[in-house]
Nanobody, 128 residues
Framework: QVQLVESGGGSVQAGGSLRLSCAAPGYTYSSYCMGWFRQAPGKEREGVATIGSDSSTSYADSVKGRFTISKDNAKVTLYLQMNSLKPEDTAMYYC??????????????????????WGKGTLVTISS
């Protein structure tokens, strides 16, 4: 069982930045695709960014150029650096992981169906 614990959410004004973290104690990334997903009120959960064990990345079009996903294998921590935040980025952000052969992600939006482990989420609120 993979336990994922998110942190780093908060409230910032549009144009600001936040960095989300996802700790996965006692776990290694070698066989998993990992990613960040978000769900805004009244909307379906959507993929934001994913990263494979080979560090290949995939981003939703809405965040390309503004968000960066990364991981620290030594600390077993996943990050999402979010810059130039917009009010439409307001959502609950979830860290997720799913087993994939060789840890390779399919790429968004397909990665969503591979996610089997989910954190409880961290809330991001962007004011205009």
């Amino acid at each position: 069982q993979v336990q994922l614990v998110e942190s780093g959410g908060g409230s910032v004004q549009a144009g600001g930045s936040l960095r989300l973290s996802c700790a996965a104690p006692g776990y290694t990334y070698s066989s998993y695709c990992m990613g960040w997903f978000r769900q805004a009120p009244g909307k379906e959960r959507e993929g934001v960014a994913t990263i494979g064990s080979d560090s290949s990345t995939s981003y939703a079009d809405s965040v390309k150029g503004r968000f960066t996903i990364s991981k620290d294998n030594a600390k077993v921590t996943l990050y999402l650096q979010m810059n130039s935040l917009k009010p439409e980025d307001t959502a609950m952000y979830y860290c997720a992981a799913g087993y994939r052969p060789y840890g390779r992600c399919r790429g968004l939006p397909g990665d969503y169906r591979d996610m089997t482990y989910w954190g409880k989420g961290t809330l991001v609120t962007i004011s205009s």
